[in-house]
């Protein structure tokens, strides 16, 4: 092979990594303080970046208006909405129904640190975000989304 053709398989995965890569994450951090806020956070947040991250949901929830529900409910502008009322189709377990109360942003971000912390029983087998940072991208992520159409 050319060295030149060497050289251009070296650059693609650095410019993939820029294209997809969060590479602005440790200004944000910083911009949003020690020991940041939720709110904090969401100030900072990146819907774009969470919109990447939901890419680990779609294996399990649509999000478009009006799209089917998967192995998990749609969550079109799920945003506001009443815990457990999403989609009026679905299934949900009485361990997330007896929670209550609407998706704001601090239950939220509860929910998605440890569903099965949140709601012990939920069928939601899905780990959890540990990074607050990854967390408040994909509330933003789903606030955006819910304004859409
Ligand atoms: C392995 C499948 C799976 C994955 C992955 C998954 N979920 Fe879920 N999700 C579910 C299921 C199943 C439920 C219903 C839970 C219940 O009824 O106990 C649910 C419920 C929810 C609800 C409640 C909706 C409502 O109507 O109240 C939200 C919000 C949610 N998921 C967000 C997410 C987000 C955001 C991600 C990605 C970070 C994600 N989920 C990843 C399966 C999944």
Redesign the pocket.
Known sequence: MKPRNIAVLMILPCLALVACGDGDRAERLKAAGPNPSLDALMRVADADAGGR??G??L???TIGKGELD????N?HA?MG???????AR????A???RIGGH?DRAT?SR??TS?QRF?P??????AG?ADPLARAD?IAY?EREGRSR
């Not at 679905?90 to 377990?93: C, D, F, I, K």
């Open positions: 991250t939901f680990q949901c294996a399990c929830h998967r192995a998990g409910p969550l799920i909405k009443p815990v457990a009322g999403g989609s679905y299934g949900y377990t361990a997330l129904e998706w939220m929910w998605l569903p709601a029983g939920t069928k939601m087998t899905y975000l994909v789903l």
